[in-house]
């Protein structure tokens, strides 16, 4: 597992500490992923029964890919999260909606842990959102979790999202939703840093 990896952004959390995102490697974070991805927790992630090598080649295809990007979240320093971004215009919600200049496609999926702490999927979204917008480039995050996906409606309310409605996309039917830096700030109190 790689630990050397240049840090993009990092911000920290008055209760639970320093965050951090840094690039993903898929060669050296393979086994990592794929015991998140395959973990039982991570069922809405659709990779329940990824093998080790189909996990490797679903990152370098994100690595590979001009319009999509993949990271990897530290808390204190050590692996903790995963976070994906994407332009909705080329990918996952191609004609599904109507792309503005700006937008950005966001996914994050929290590793298990034995020791959860409280708040910390709040204050990984948070993060993985401050660092979309510490990018002047970022007017507005897209995202378009499962319907089913409760527990995620209700974080990504939380951080500003506002539902548009469901769309049907090959593998499910998801919640469209959208963020502005605005609505961000609104419910977070925080700006976009610097990465």
Known sequence: MSTTAETLYT???AVLGTFGIRPLDPF????LLHGWVTHPKASF????DASLPEVEREYMRIAAHEH????????EGRPAFLMEKYDPSELELVGLYEARPGDVGMHFLVAPSDRPLHGFTRAVITTVMAALFADPGTERVVVEPDV?????????????FVPDGP?????KTALLSFCTRAQFEAATGLKGGSI
């Open 148 to 160: 089913e996906n409760t527990a995620v409606h209700a974080l990504n309310e939380a951080v500003g």
């Open 45 to 48: 992630w659709m990779m329940q």
């Open 68 to 75: 999509h990007d993949a990271f990897i979240g530290l808390h």
């Open 11 to 13: 911000r920290t959390d």
């Open 167 to 171: 769309v049907r996309k090959p593998e």
């Open 28 to 31: 050296a974070d393979a086994e």
